[in-house]
Each structure stands twice: as structure tokens, then as C-alpha cells.
């Protein structure tokens, strides 16, 4: 493999949802990079591929990076992350960065792609398509994405009512991603529509913690997992 | 493994993105079953698979579906695959589906499945999700489909212009799949919503075939592939 940076999906929990292609590339790389949200947990992408690793071998980097949404405070990370990256690559290796689901959907490896764009665009970079937390919530919970002419939309937890109440009405099949903290008030206007028995939660998808639950209104008032999402599709 | 159906997406076409899970359950299935659209063509998602397959051991049954829109000329073909899947699954063997990309996102396993809750709702189902198109494509094109708090909006190819204005107008990111037969329309709109620099046209993805085009003005008027998207993202 030439020197370049590799974005690898390691899918959303399950090793075995690992693409053969990204199990190549993670045995084969020089320098394996892992993104955790706190100093002291353990990058969770980084557990999924354990292994296919050879610590012997292999240079694995955990970098710590705010459970944020300040891109102010992320941005000296990134930026570190970045120079470091461009460093190995430029010295003949290759690097695999870990993210959880797909790199380019919701990921945190965003940031840092649209750093390497900015600073160091000869750095080669080749992104390893992986499976989202949307088709894995889709296949435990049995529930079709889209058939026919049927239209999806999927949208992040931050809550705009009246935009999220005309994209219900809109498409056919809604995902809302890291629906915990606006659960409450998505269940009501669930219920406003006559959509609230159309959705069914699914917590850590692919891990020993997965969780369905169609009884959406058992969750109202609850504390949820930060890592759930809500699936409503009209036609069940 | 226990005797069911397991509907299993393949990706769309490098066999390298099929997940380690599939190719287990490829290996040890009893049954495959492929839908192929023509009598003659030979199925695209057992190609993808063939390296897994054991023929001497394996039963590997081709199914001929039309390639057809209309639901009444395909039911007798999904209610003869149905009736056949569910005899392997009572006599004790365990049936492979595979399906191109994911079998939740516009798959003709949708058809099988409905048929299969309907007449034979004691067979057990599995669906082993797949790399989609829509992944594989911005992966190639090196796109972002959703950061932070952008919406993506994810629709076939039938063409109603208003609804398709508003979405492009309340979205970040629009895919359309299946984009050949509309592909003119589509530009038109595009154009004219000031977006036709935004577009990323990617035909067979993961093939030998594969192409990325971001020159849409280049594709107008041409016979398209059958098997292409178009990935729109405002914030390029």
C-alpha cells in the first residue's frame, strides 16, 4: 500500500460488521489512529478492531478529542491530530484513522478531513465506506429504509419543531441520529401527528448493549444512551 | 446456525465491501438464492459473492426476476421465491438472500420480506446490513453526506419536480438514486436553483465500471447507466 491516510468505517459496534476491505487495510497499516471522546475511556472504534491489530507491529495512537460542539474548542486537536497524520504519511507510512459507522456521515473524522484538505492537500487520502448505525438500527429493528418511491431523510438530534414537523409529514421514513436528548419533546410531536406507534428506538446497535423498543412512550422522562437513534416509518 | 432466511447485502459491487458477517454466513449457509433481472444475465449480487460459494456443497439457486416497476407482474415471481425459501427453511436448512448494497434501501428483498410476513410469518428472518451505494459513492467521490447538523435526504429516482425543488431547498445534502432516466430534468432544476456545481454523478461503484463525474453539463443528453447516483451537497 503507498503511503496515504486511510478513513476507515469500523462500522457501528459489531466486529463482525467490519467490511473485509477495512480488516485488510487495519492488518496492513504502519500507524493506526483512534479518536476517544475523554482522556480516560477507551476509543470505543479502537475496541471494535482490536483484533486485527499487532501492537508489536503496528504504532496505535489514541488521541483525545472534548465531547464537544464547539468547534473552537475541537479545532487545536484536530489540528495536532492533522500535523501528526501528515507527519507519517509524509515519512512513507500509512495511517489508519478508526470511525465509528461511516466517515463521512456524522463523524467526527470530518473535521479532521477538512483540515487535510486545508493545510496538507498532498496528503493522500482514501476513504473505507462502513456500516452506519442506520442500516444496522434498520436490520435489528427488521424495519425497511425505503422501497419503491419511497423518500428518507436523515437528520441529526438538534430540534427545530417546525422543520422536523415538516419533514415527518414530508417523507415516508424519518431517522432522527442521537435522539437522547430530545426525545421528549420528538415522542409529543410524535404524538400530535399520529405517528408516535410508527417509530421504534434502537439503542448501541451491534453491541452487547443493543436495545429495540417499539413501546416509545416507556422511554418518555427516562435518561437514554447518547449513542440511540429513532427510526419512523409511516408504512409499518 | 439455526435454520432461517438470512437476507444478506453484499455492497454495492467490490466484493472487498462485503462485511466479515456476510462472508461467514455465506460460507456456512445450506441455500443461496440470487435474483437475477434477465433470463439470460447472470446474477450481479452472486458475482459479487462467487470467492465465498462452494457449489458442491452449497445449492445455489438463480432466480429470474423482471425487471419491472409494476408490482402485479412481480408478485407471482416474489410468491414462487417466497413459497421456495420457505421449504428450505422448514426442512431445517439455513437460506442465504444476497442482495446488491443494503437489503433495507430500495432492494427488491423488500418485495420477499413483505411476502414473507404476510404468508409465512414463522420463518425466521435475519438481514445482515450492507454497504449502500449511497456510502460506497460519497466514499469515492470523497464527499461528506452529514456533519454536525447538516440533513441528508436520501430519494429514488421518480420525478416530481415541486416536491424535489423543496427538498434541494431544505436539505444540505440530497442523493438520487437511479439517476439515468431523469438525469436531464434533474440538471435542469439544478441550474436553475443555482446547485448544477454541487452535483456529484457516480456511476457503478465499486465495479470495474466505476466512474465519478463532477462536470454534469458533460453528462447532458447522454444514455446513462442504470446503475448510477447523483450526490448533491450545497456546501462543497
Given at each position: 500500500m503507498s503511503p496515504r491516510l486511510y478513513a476507515v468505517g469500523?462500522?457501528?459496534?459489531?466486529?463482525?460488521?467490519?467490511t473485509l476491505k477495512a480488516a485488510r487495510i487495519l492488518r496492513a497499516a504502519d500507524v493506526i489512529v483512534a479518536p476517544t471522546g475523554q482522556a480516560e475511556a477507551a476509543s470505543y472504534a479502537l475496541g471494535i478492531v482490536?483484533?486485527?491489530?499487532d501492537r508489536d507491529r503496528q504504532l496505535v495512537l489514541e488521541r483525545v478529542f472534548p465531547m464537544s460542539r464547539d468547534e473552537e474548542e475541537l479545532r487545536p486537536h484536530w489540528e495536532a491530530t492533522a500535523l501528526e497524520v501528515a507527519g507519517h504519511v509524509r515519512a512513507g507510512r500509512t495511517v489508519a484513522f478508526v470511525t465509528i459507522?461511516?466517515?463521512?456521515?456524522?463523524?467526527?473524522f470530518l473535521y479532521l478531513l477538512r483540515i487535510l484538505r486545508e493545510r496538507y492537500p498532498e496528503i493522500a487520502v482514501e476513504i473505507v465506506p462502513g456500516i452506519t448505525s442506520v442500516g444496522a438500527a434498520a436490520a435489528a429493528a427488521g424495519i425497511?429504509?425505503?422501497?419503491?418511491a419511497e423518500r428518507l431523510a436523515i437528520l441529526p438530534a438538534t430540534y427545530e419543531e417546525e422543520k422536523l414537523r415538516q419533514t415527518l409529514l414530508d417523507f415516508d421514513c424519518v431517522v432522527l441520529m442521537k435522539i437522547s436528548r430530545v426525545f421528549d419533546r420528538v415522542y409529543a410531536l410524535l404524538t400530535e401527528l399520529g405517528l408516535e406507534r410508527q417509530g421504534v428506538f434502537v439503542r448501541r446497535?451491534?453491541?452487547?448493549q443493543e436495545e429495540v423498543v417499539t413501546?416509545?412512550?416507556?422511554?418518555?422522562?427516562q435518561k437514554l444512551d447518547y449513542l440511540s437513534l429513532l427510526i419512523v416509518r409511516k408504512n409499518r
Open positions: 469500523v462500522g457501528p459496534g459489531d466486529p463482525e460488521l467490519l482490536a483484533g486485527h491489530l459507522g461511516d466517515p463521512l456521515l456524522y463523524s467526527t425497511p429504509l425505503g422501497m419503491a446497535v451491534g453491541s452487547d413501546d416509545l412512550a416507556a422511554l418518555v422522562g
